[in-house]
Every structure is written in structure tokens, then in C-alpha cells.
């Protein structure tokens, strides 16, 4: 609680009939107020209490919603969304080598990057994402979509051994990765991390100066790994050893390592993963979709590795979904027969502080607390369908959708109410995507 003398007309207030903080761990808040001032949460306490003490700018009631920390998507290619269906039914390497990216050679620019990054951002903020880790080529043009759209995001400085329009070798893709980096430092809602694409594309010596510049910098590492068993089966004809631990015998595994899909890690992997504190992003729904297979989530949730969330791309899930993701992750860790293996409190934990923590931004995003940035997100549970509920996380993860979001606030500002974007024209974003359908169309399969 603070002074009732400080700051006793702040910017926001909103009132709920539940707010989940996600930490402190299992607590749910009744008939409760979140106080907002100069863009973070200044104060969490019983509605009543809160309207003798606060006089706020503006007071949005929210009687039959709950009151969440925004969604964090741990891993996606934003821009991809523009190649949403357009290669489907096939597998991992079938589909990314053969139709992916024989496509982005000839169509990935800026102009492609912003668009279909703008595209992204409507879509995640709709369904109460306020903060995504990206992958894709021109990072500039993606942060012009993400600064428009008023979202938060960490974009990756791409490295590939190999040449695109983007750029023509590692040491190209890292230089103008830097530059982007030093352009965009000054942004308060972007963040920027190294992002070599794979171990399958990115050789040693590329990798082992990443780890040199990551260490300097003190950025993270966000990469694909154990994706495929086409991957593994690779590198132990070419290296020896799996994916994994080639990474592990360079150095690069640590608490600065994010590792998407990780659908194949044995149980000496995962260890290693727990005690070397690297982070896993589970992305259900796009694995399912390419065939490459479930992750050992249970196995790397009791072997203590943080586990954050992540849709994957649209071009490979065709959702940039959180909920339906939440509901799936839960769901197929259960399917080995054990119905605690994942609880709908430690997937929500998932979806926002463990998204945080990977990124290492969970002193400032990821749960309801006083000091955090206010990333809200407002969910409506008055529909027929939501009747009645007993547990409101429970509903969160096994009952609601993203169609029963309403409201999005990234820093106290509002982006998003009612089927409203404050800072995106969805009608000519609309036009702009079909455009971009018709340039596309020639490359279909």
C-alpha cells in the first residue's frame, strides 16, 4: 500500500472482479483495483479502499472481467504473417527449405517486414499479447510497426552462414544486426537480442563469435534448436554430436540462452539446460502443425528449467494465438497420463513471468506488482459460454479465448479496447495484406 498523500490522482485506475497478479504465485484478487501513474502499477488493493484513496484521471470498470499481466509470445517471425496459409501440410525441412525460403529470397524487403510486422501486432494485441521476441530480417522496419503499434517487443539481429536480401554473409548480418541496435537503443519498448537461426545454419566459428559479443553486450542468444530429428541426425553425421551439446561444448548454453521448439531433448540435455539456467520456449501448436513433435515440457518443468510460451510464426501456425496455446500446452502434457503434470496456473506463469524471465525483463513485466510498467490485459467472462466459474485462471487457460480479450494497456496506455486499435488502421492494414497476397500468390506451391 502506498501513502495516501502520494500521487492521490494518478493516470489509471482499473477495477476488476478478479485480478491475477501472477506473482506472488496463487494468489487471486476480488473486487480489486490496479492503480497506474506515469505508465507502471503504483497500487493493487480492494476496490473499496481504492476509490477513498486515489482520485484518478480516468477509472475503467471492468465488473465481470479478470485483470492479467499482458501475454508475452516468447518466440515468433512476425512479418511471416503475410505467408499465413500459403504453404501447408508438409514437413519442417520440406516446408522451410523448399517453399519458406525459396519465397523470402524473392520477396523479403522492408517494405514486407513493416507491413507484415504491423500485421502481427494487430493480430497479438487482440488477443492480449503486449510483448513478443522476434526473428526476422530488417529489424529497423520491424520496430517502425512495433513503435506504431505501442506494443513492446525484443528483436533479434538475424545471422545466417548463408546470403538473403537482407544481407550477404555472417559478418554482414552481424554488422547491420549492430547498427540496428545502435539505432534503436533509445526506444523504451524495444529491446534487441542475437539471433543465429540454428545450429544447422550457423557454423562454429559464427556461433563462437556470437557468444563473444553476447557476453560484451549483455544480450541474449535466441535461436531454433532441436526442432526437427532431421537437425539432430544431421549434426551427428556432421559434428558428431547433437545439436545440443555441440552448443554446450562452445559455451553457449547459459542463462542468456533462449532455445525454441526443443522437441527432442533427452534427459542429459535437459539437465544441462536446468543447471546452466538457459531458457526454453514451448511452441506447441507450430510443432504440432510441421510433425516435428511434442516437447518434454513436464520433464524440463521438474528438472527446473524456466519455460516460456511462444506461438512460433503464422506462416507455420497460422495463429499468433496465446490462449489456444496455453490451452494446448496444458492439454499435451497430460497426455502421458499424468492430469498435474502441467497445472493451468504454472501454464499462465508460461505465458507472462517465465516469458519475462527468459527475456530478462521480468523486474519490470510479466506480473501485476507496484514498480512493474502496467502490460494489462482485460478478459470478459460475462458470456454465456464462460458460465459459471469457479476458478478464473482455470477459465483463462481452459474455457476463454482471445475473442473474450477487450482491453490491452502496454505502459498505462491504452492499444487496444473493444475491437479498437488506437494506433493501427485495421481497414487499410486489410488492404495492405491482400496487396501483399496478390505479389505472394505467384511463389504459391
Same mark, same amino acid.
Given at each position: ?28 484478487? #476480488? ?94 494485441? =487482440? ?48 554488422? %547491420? ?31 563462437? %563469435? ?58 542429459? #540435455? ?63 502434457? %497430460? ?94 492494414? =486489410? ?15
Amino acid at each position: 500500500m502506498e501513502n495516501s498523500q502520494y500521487n492521490a490522482c494518478p493516470q489509471l485506475a482499473v477495477e476488476a472482479r478478479w485480478i491475477i497478479p501472477v506473482t506472488p504465485d496463487g494468489v487471486v484478487h #476480488e473486487y480489486a483495483t490496479l492503480i497506474v501513474d506515469e505508465g507502471r502499477i503504483r497500487d493493487l488493493l480492494p476496490s473499496a479502499e481504492a476509490r477513498q484513496r486515489y482520485q484518478p484521471l480516468e477509472t475503467v470498470c471492468l465488473p465481470h472481467h479478470v485483470l492479467i499481466p499482458g501475454l508475452i509470445n516468447a518466440h515468433t517471425h512476425a512479418a511471416m504473417n503475410l505467408m499465413r496459409g500459403i504453404a501447408e501440410d508438409r514437413s519442417a525441412i520440406t516446408w522451410l527449405r523448399e517453399h519458406i525460403w525459396p519465397m523470402e529470397q524473392q520477396m523479403v524487403s522492408e517494405h514486407f517486414v513493416r507491413d507484415g510486422t504491423l500485421l502481427a501486432c494487430a493480430e497479438m494485441l =487482440k488477443g492480449g499479447v503486449t510483448c513478443f521476441n522476434d526473428m526476422y530480417f530488417f529489424p529497423q522496419a520491424a520496430a517502425e510497426a512495433v513503435l506504431q503499434s505501442g506494443m513492446r517487443a525484443s528483436l533479434g539481429m538475424v545471422v545466417l552462414d548463408f546470403p538473403t536480401p537482407y544481407a550477404a554473409n555472417a559478418d554482414d548480418y552481424l554488422n %547491420k544486426g549492430f547498427a540496428a541496435r545502435d539505432e534503436l537503443r533509445d526506444h523504451e519498448r524495444i529491446t534487441t537480442c542475437l539471433a543465429p537461426h540454428s545450429p544447422y545454419s550457423v557454423s562454429d566459428k559464427v556461433l563462437a %563469435k556470437i557468444l563473444t559479443y553476447a557476453d560484451q553486450l549483455n544480450v541474449n542468444i535466441h535461436l531454433h534448436l532441436h526442432e526437427t530429428m532431421d537437425e539432430i541426425t544431421h549434426s551427428e553425421t556432421q559434428f558428431g554430436v547433437r545439436p545440443c551439446m555441440r552448443l554446450n561444448e562452445l559455451g553457449l548454453i547459459g542463462p542468456n540462452l533462449l532455445a525454441a521448439n526443443c522437441t527432442h531433448m533427452t534427459a542429459i #540435455e535437459i539437465d544441462i539446460f536446468a543447471k546452466q539456467g538457459a531458457h526454453v520456449v514451448h511452441c506447441p501448436g507450430s510443432d504440432l502443425k510441421l510433425g516435428n513433435g511434442i516437447a518434454p515440457v513436464a520433464c524440463m518443468k521438474e528438472a527446473g528449467v524456466n519455460i516460456a510460451l511462444g506461438t512460433d510464426g503464422a506462416a507455420s501456425n497460422n495463429r499468433l494465438d496465446m490462449f489456444s496455446e496455453m490451452r494446448l500446452a496444458a492439454l499435451l502434457a %497430460k497426455s502421458a497420463g499424468n492430469a498435474a503434470a502441467l497445472s493451468a496456473r504454472q501454464v499462465l506463469e508460461m505465458a507472462t513471468i517465465n516469458g519475462a524471465r527468459a527475456l530478462g525483463m521480468d523486474d519490470n513485466i510479466g506480473s501485476l506488482e507496484p514498480g512493474k510498467w502496467a502490460d494489462l490485459v482485460a478478459v470478459d467472462f460475462s458470456a454465456i459460454e464462460m458460465q459459471p466459474c469457479y476458478d478464473p485462471v482455470s477459465h483463462l487457460v481452459y474455457v476463454a479465448g482471445r475473442e473474450q480479450v477487450t482491453h490491452a494497456w502496454v505502459a498505462g496506455e491504452s492499444c487496444y479496447e473493444r475491437g479498437l486499435h488506437t494506433h493501427i488502421n485495421t481497414d487499410e492494414l =486489410k488492404e495492405i495484406a491482400a496487396q501483399w497476397q496478390g505479389r505472394l500468390k505467384q511463389f504459391h506451391p
